[in-house]
């Protein structure tokens, strides 16, 4: 874990000309929720899996990542009204028990350099979790989902659309992400990756290792650890 201060904070600040969040799992406790609802959706149409599964094969992707697995799989095309009815239950689960992250808001407000947020879910989602959040106007304008690149995570694409649109050279960018893909597509960008293990999947399945194994330059488990570094 992090413990640094004084000079030594100030430093690595000015090591980074831009801070990329992940969304999910990292602003807004929402995996759990998230893959909670997926694995829910598939057992419902025929393919059983519990939420460690979920966890292990989906965390960190997108929406397409799960419907490809299920045709893949299932051997056939989707059932109608599938991803309607995915969606709805999420959005319910969200309006119910979403929460931000500890010490999100605190963070942000102390930063001295640019942020901005780079997803694997779409920007209706991210916008629908970061208003329930209350993190909506900290992250208005400063959004990138997946749905404006050609690939999602785990490759670059939506980092290097951050720090171009943010004119941060990608060895000035430190990207906060708590999945196996987002470390993977931020190192693949050339970005300073910390992994973030404070959600509350970690206590459902422990992915800390998998984050080191994918290349994450240090770990973190609170959004005081990362502000010890970065503000000042």
């Known amino acids: 874990m992090i413990s640094t201060h004084g000079a030594s904070c100030m430093r690595l600040a000015r090591a980074f000309d831009l801070v990329i969040f ?23 149409h025929g393919m059983p899996c519990d939420l460690p599964e979920v966890l292990t094969l ?42 931000p992250i500890d010490g999100v808001r605190e963070l942000v407000e102390a930063l001295e350099i640019p ?28 959004i990138f989902s997946t749905t404006m690149v050609a690939n999602g995570k785990p490759a670059p694409d939506v980092f290097l659309l951050a720090a171009s649109r943010g004119g941060a050279a990608p060895g000035r960018c430190l990207v906060i992400e708590d999945s196996v893909s987002g470390i993977l597509a931020a ?11 404070g959600g509350s999947h970690f206590s459902v399945l422990d992915q800390t290792q998998a984050l ?10 609170s959004m005081k650890e990362i502000q010890s570094e970065l503000a000042s």
């Open 22 to 44: 992940d969304c999910d799992g990292v602003l807004v406790d929402s995996e759990t929720i998230a893959c909670a609802t997926v694995a829910s959706v598939l057992t419902r």
């Open 58 to 99: 989906f965390l960190g992707r997108s929406a397409k990542d799960v419907t490809e697995h299920y045709v893949q799989m299932a051997h056939r095309p989707l059932p109608l009204g599938f991803v309607q009815g995915w969606r709805a239950q999420l959005l319910e689960a969200f309006a119910r028990e979403l929460k």
């Open 115 to 142: 942020y901005c947020l780079a997803s694997s879910s779409d920007e209706e989602r991210i916008e629908l979790a970061l208003r329930k959040t209350g993190l909506w106007d900290l992250f208005e304008g400063r």
């Open 187 to 197: 190192k693949a960008a050339g970005m300073t990756a910390y992994g973030f293990n």
């Open 212 to 221: 080191v194994e994918a290349g994450a330059d240090r770990i973190v488990g």
